[in-house]
């Protein structure tokens, strides 16, 4: 066999989506311990990993190109995987996203001024939207037909003059409210998703090296608001410093060289530590340390 196409086996080409979620995928998979670098005007970015291939690419168009084999896996959204009917495996879901960890929605949009209260009110209309193929079939379910476009952008601004309706996608709603705009039904909610080829996942060391990631950047969005927490304890006051801890804690509790005290570590959000720390103290609790947490894996 050739050195080429010993290199080809080993290496899983991954696609990363561009534009809003790139940061925020970056920065993700440093998290979980993979250093990605976005270098200006490059499609490529790169990896301290030989293993892998990255691409840069819009996620409107992974799902097709993970389908043809061109990517053996990548990160979209299920909203895409929908619109492109692709034939593909969602590996996990990844609820992330440019501005929180809620899904999107795919809402139904109308000028505030707008007759429109339901989607029976859109026989004939016209609608602008990014999701034609997701917006037919929602209009197919309610049994009504209106002329769909496609919106190359702006779609909020498009109403009254150039459409009727939009399916505008939203995280907070901010954007519509701007542009005078009040959501009339939600189609669809969508998280972010790790898809992969399908004859990829037959070959063993592209499937391991998928599953290997995917079990890292999961790690890293569960230690998201985590930290963990540390104290010596004497025995006599363990009993008190358990019951400050949040119930559905289970600590670790270790022997130290003094018989006469114990060691507690634990796991708890940001916002939990900040309220206990004080009780904790109070309750017997010394040496309290607060320590980063990276990755969790179940």
Known sequence: MSQSSEKKETVLKLGLPAGSLQEATGELFRKAGYKVTFAQRSYYPNIDDPEIQCTLLRAQEMPRYVQDGVLDCGLTGHDWVLENDAKVTELTELVFSKVS????????????????????????????????????????????????????????????????????????????????????????????????NTEALKDPFKKRKMDNIVMMLKGAIAAEGKVGLMMNVPRKSLDSVLKVLPALQTPTISSMSDPDWVDVNTILSEETVRNIVPQLREAGARGIVEYPINKIID
């Open 101 to 196: 960890r809620r899904p999107v929605r795919w809402v139904l949009a109308v000028p505030e001024d707008s007759p429109i209260r339901g989607p029976k009110d859109l026989e004939g209309k016209r609608i602008a939207t990014e999701v034609v193929s997701i917006t037919r079939r929602y209009l197919e379910r309610h049994g009504v037909k209106a002329h769909v476009e496609f919106s190359w952008g702006a779609t909020e601004v498009k109403p009254p003059r150039l459409a009727d309706a939009i399916v505008e996608v939203t995280e907070t709603g901010s954007s519509l409210r701007a542009n005078n705009l009040r959501i009339v039904d939600e189609l669809m909610q969508s998280t972010t998703r790790f898809i992969a």
